[in-house]
DNA sequence: ATATTTGCAAACGTTTTGCATAGTG
DNA sequence: CACTATGCAAAACGTTTGCAAATAT
């Protein structure tokens, strides 16, 4: 999804393009992993944006209300990404680091026999693995 | 991974087996599907135990920190379950339903791949579908 | 001009904590 | 007996809300 489409699917609902909104789309676009909320409030101070807490709340809310991007919460820390179709992470259950890989997924052809079967619609999927990094597995 | 095993495991640690303990493993290996703490809660009250509030989360904090249970975080919701290298879902973006899906994956391969390169050591993974269901999908 | 978005401060609900008591091995 | 687990009440934390002002179309 090209970022003229998003602005202009936003205005097809009624939103307004902030300047707030824009840097965050935008963040999350240039951004090929997964964004937390600090994460996202750095950007927006990047670009001398310093919205109140309540607002980032609302605005994310609100992109993800309009599946303009995707939450995926990983130890109790919610994570940002626009569906890409592709995310997968390896999440270290000591650090908590999350990192990203690039797998082979044969999911297209799942999910069109899902479509079918269960009758559901699948916008996206989130795939994690779990388990020890290098440096914790060696305590 | 078998209950005495389990059992057995958290007594090497130096854990009890307590009623609640144990009513709250056997109900995670009992249910093949996720469990948020409402619904542990229910097992508990089944088996005439009503724990504190402050128990529950302290006791699931202890069960996953020790890799014996596993959460996994949806809409907003704490969910566990038991390792048991498969555990994929369809969840709902409207109603926020959850259903188990059993899909073949190939990650038995890829998952020994990436330990080799990544040097990252999986314990488990989790794979969820997002989109509407049958219902949500018709308005 | 109209509807959406924002900041602020207060309210809310969930999760965590400290400590004394109870329970387990 | 030593150590872990629990209940209780209070504290801490993240998130949400109502409203008036600011902003976007």
Redesign the interface.
């Known amino acids: 999804m090209k970022i003229e489409e998003i602005y202009k699917q936003i205005n097809n609902l009624g939103g307004r393009l902030t300047k707030v909104r824009k840097v965050i789309i935008d963040s999350l676009i240039n951004s090929d992993c997964l964004m937390s909320q600090d994460c996202i409030l750095k950007a927006l101070k990047k670009n001398d944006l310093k919205p109140n807490r309540s607002t980032i709340f609302r605005e994310l809310a609100y992109l993800v209300k309009t599946?303009t991007i995707?939450k995926n919460?990983?130890n109790?820390i919610d994570y940002y990404e626009i569906p890409k179709a592709h995310h997968h992470h390896?999440v270290?259950?000591k650090c908590h680091d999350i990192?990203k890989?690039d797998?082979k997924d044969?999911f297209e052809i799942?999910?069109k026999k899902?479509s079918k079967e269960?009758?559901?619609?699948?916008?996206?999927?989130?795939?994690?693995?779990?388990?020890?990094?290098?440096n914790c597995?060696n305590f």
């Open positions: 599946n995707i919460t990983i109790n390896l270290c259950l990192s890989i797998i044969h799942e999910e899902i269960k009758k559901f619609n699948i916008l996206n999927h989130s795939l994690e693995f779990y388990g020890y990094c290098e597995n």
